[in-house]
């Protein structure tokens, strides 16, 4: 077997059932699980539609290259979206259709990373981060290397944290704005200098920019990776990949649609590995796809559904958590009164409620486990849930420990 599999630990959720498995729930209480990060809002029906009306295309082989009006349909909503102009994205040489970002992100380090020299090289993620990433940077030969964020840094990794020895070995870098789970932005300028960096220790910049249509302020809606390198002169959008997702933005999770865009030459080479590793989409997805990334509306609305939900949930809890409001996404970083893995328990044993602990996000390193004392809250499910849960937990929290 690869021995590299040996490596890959157990997903969080797994760890959490671990956790959890000798507490009893309270009894009567119907369960809430805000650990999940899987949107639960309705599909847009136009989009369901367009799938149901081009079912009959399966009886052809999908190209891996996708159809060309789909890359131009995600090229043109990269435009709209992050104003970069109308011609600035190629669909024909910097878009690539994707199975959605999950699959994406841990194929590209394949792609990208050259295991050949003498010391395994490093791949640079946040920490915590999704862990995606890091078992990319494992099963492609390469060693992670963990930049914690911390509050100190608005919860952004502090890229002048990493050592210059560690840049020199770094091949890829990963990143994630708007952040899971710390929902943190990066700027324009903090962009900016990642590519600097990139450019200088000559590495590759994987944006995961999923959660790019989840954001609060109309007037700041996060930037991309895209657009720091048009601001910055770099038009062929060198070392840069980014990864968008119709998951969060249209509630597709299970559509599993999503593509890349970025430099022409990395783009040819992934072509190539996703040839060979089979990964098509098939054409009525495709489609139904075109459909969702040429309307802006249904994904406004959408933004709204997570915006109701923090206006109310966080009065609720303010009291009792300091749960600040996040830039984008759709998870509170919640700090807890003491350990984040006791605060899931006994949350779970007094309310039925169900919240990831940070510190099973996060690893350790020099300086302690990053996620420790913060646990993520997805709102996700319904409104009358996410309120439901929001009470449960302030009436936790104002209970006497014993
Ligand atoms: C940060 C991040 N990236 C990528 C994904 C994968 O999303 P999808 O594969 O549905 O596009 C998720 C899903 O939860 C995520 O949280």
């Known amino acids: 077997m690869n021995p590299r599999l040996a490596r890959l630990q157990a997903y969080p959720f797994e760890r959490l059932a671990q956790l959890l498995a000798d507490v009893s729930p309270a009894p009567g209480r119907t369960p809430i699980a805000l650990t999940i990060g899987e949107p639960k809002h309705a599909p847009p029906a136009f989009v369901l539609e367009a799938l149901r009306a081009n079912l009959a295309r399966v009886d052809a082989y999908p190209a891996t290259a996708g159809l060309p009006e789909l890359r131009a349909a995600c090229a043109r909503w990269l435009a709209r979206r992050f104003d970069l102009g109308v011609d600035s994205v190629d669909p024909q040489r910097m878009v690539l259709p994707v199975n959605g970002t999950r699959e994406a992100l841990f194929a590209f380090a394949q792609s990208v990373v050259d295991g050949s020299g003498s010391r395994p090289p490093l791949v640079v993620m946040p920490n915590p981060c999704y862990q ?24 952004l990794p502090d890229l002048e944290r990493v050592p210059r020895e560690t840049w020199e070995r770094c091949e890829l870098l990963y990143l994630c704005s708007p952040g899971n789970p710390t929902g943190a932005v990066m700027s324009t300028a903090y962009l900016a200098h990642a590519l600097e960096l990139a450019e200088r220790y000559d590495f590759v910049i994987a944006a995961d920019e999923c959660y790019a249509e989840l954001y609060f302020d109309d007037t700041r809606p996060p930037p991309s ?50 040839t060979y590793h089979g990964s098509a989409m098939s054409i009525p997805t495709q489609l139904a796809s075109i459909a969702a990334w040429d309307d802006d509306a249904h994904a406004a609305a959408n933004r709204q559904l997570y915006r109701e939900k923090f206006a109310r949930v966080l009065p609720i809890l303010a009291p009792v958590l300091d749960a600040p409001m996040p830039e984008g996404g759709f998870y509170l ?26 510190s099973l996000l996060g690893r350790d390193g020099p300086d302690g486990n990053p996620g420790a004392g913060r646990v993520r809250i997805s709102l996700v499910a319904s409104i009358e849930a996410c309120l439901d849960a929001a009470h449960r937990i302030r009436d936790f929290l104002k209970e006497p420990r014993s």
């Open 132 to 155: 995606i990433y890091e078992g990319a940077a494992l099963l492609a030969g390469a060693e992670p290397w963990y930049v914690p964020t911390l509050p100190e840094d608005r919860f």
């Open 225 to 274: 990776l895209l657009s720091a390198a048009l601001a910055t002169g770099r038009r062929g959008f060198e070392r840069c990949m980014v990864f968008h997702s119709l998951s969060k933005r249209s509630s597709l999770p299970g559509l599993r649609s999503g593509f890349v865009a970025g430099d022409a030459a990395l783009i040819a080479k992934f072509l190539l590995y996703r």
């Open 333 to 358: 970083w919640a700090a807890t009164p003491g350990d984040d893995r006791e605060f899931a328990r006994g949350l779970y044993s007094a309310a039925n409620v169900m919240v990831l602990p940070g």
